[in-house]
């Protein structure tokens, strides 16, 4: 059974960071672009970063950029998302996606789905 697992999630104060970690279990994606997407109450899923298989190509949006880091062990199946100066907006669940086949923006291009893991910033 293929299995992301986030965890990191907390409550926090603006200015603060976190550090999101997504371990997979089942099988390898090593091969492949993961992704974080969050989602705040009552809004839609957004993509939040993107890696590519090796690490080589990252990809962020406007929103998060310069302050969020994505990354990648492969040894150890595991993706993080390093979130520094974080903002009341950035509260929501974020989400680790796997084995995209498409478009990384598109939440419906990946393939594999953690459970999520709450962030609330508190202003």
């Known amino acids: 059974q293929v299995q992301l697992v986030e965890s990191g999630g907390g409550l926090v104060q603006a200015g603060d960071s976190l550090r999101l970690s997504c371990a997979a279990a089942g099988r390898s994606f090593s091969g492949y672009t993961m992704g974080w997407f969050r989602q705040a109450p009552g809004k839609e899923r957004e993509f939040v970063a993107a890696?590519?298989?090796?690490?080589?190509?990252?990809y962020y949006a406007d929103s998060v950029k310069g302050r969020f880091t994505i990354s990648r062990d492969n040894a150890k199946n595991t993706v993080y998302l390093q979130m520094n100066s974080l903002k009341p907006e950035d509260t929501a669940v974020y989400y680790c996606a796997g084995d995209l086949r498409g478009g990384y923006l598109r939440a419906s291009n990946y393939e594999y789905w953690g459970q999520g893991t709450q962030v609330t910033v508190s202003s």
């Open positions: 890696i590519a298989w090796n690490g080589g190509n990252t």
